[in-house]
């Protein structure tokens, strides 16, 4: 059950922001915590990675939303990818469990676990994204069939004695 065209670019594009801003500030907090660097510049940087992930995340929301009713349905119904898009949905699942964790449980001996799980879970949406959209793409290229052939038939002005197609042979005649 392929996206449509202007669908599917939004949510790429969202992935992709939501990855980059997420693997960004897993860097930035790393740097403010070094002697070397000028951490008051690093910590503005994270805070700043930090809100434009939260934010992409709340439209990755909506977007995962809309996908229940456009694609997963549907794919369910025809049993097409199920297991790599469960994988996807407990994937997508765990991360905002686990968002939700991090912003609202206020235990501190909970919050590193929370942390490294979001973490490690976020930096496998590639791969899972990835694999989802080549195994559906395989699927349905096996599945598809082949288009029909159809002959081309050349106009001429030199009649021929016996024409290509069975149906000029009428119009042949008349023109004689």
Do not use: C
């Not at 990835?130 to 349905?140: D, F, K, N």
């Not at 050349?154 to 004689?176: I, Q, R």
């Amino acid at each position: 059950m392929r996206l449509k065209g202007a669908f599917r670019f939004a949510l790429y594009t969202i992935f992709g922001l939501l990855f980059a801003s997420g693997a960004l500030w897993i860097y930035a907090d790393q740097m403010k915590t070094r002697s070397e660097a000028d951490s008051e510049a690093w910590q503005q940087a994270s805070a700043m990675l930090l809100s434009a992930h939260g934010g992409t995340a709340m439209i990755t929301l909506m977007l995962l939303g809309a996908l229940g009713p456009m694609h997963v349905q549907r794919a369910w119904r025809a049993s097409r990818n199920r297991a790599t898009g469960v994988l996807s949905i407990a994937l997508y699942g765990l991360l905002i469990a686990t968002a939700f964790g991090l912003y609202y449980v206020g235990s501190e001996a909970l919050r590193p676990w929370i942390s490294t799980v979001h973490i490690a879970f976020g930096l496998g949406v590639p791969v899972v994204l990835t694999a989802h959209i080549v195994v559906g793409r395989s699927s349905v290229a096996a599945v598809r069939p082949p288009l029909p052939t159809q002959h081309a038939v050349a106009a001429t002005l030199v009649p021929a004695e016996t024409p290509a197609d069975a149906e000029l042979l009428p119009l042949m005649s008349k023109v004689s």
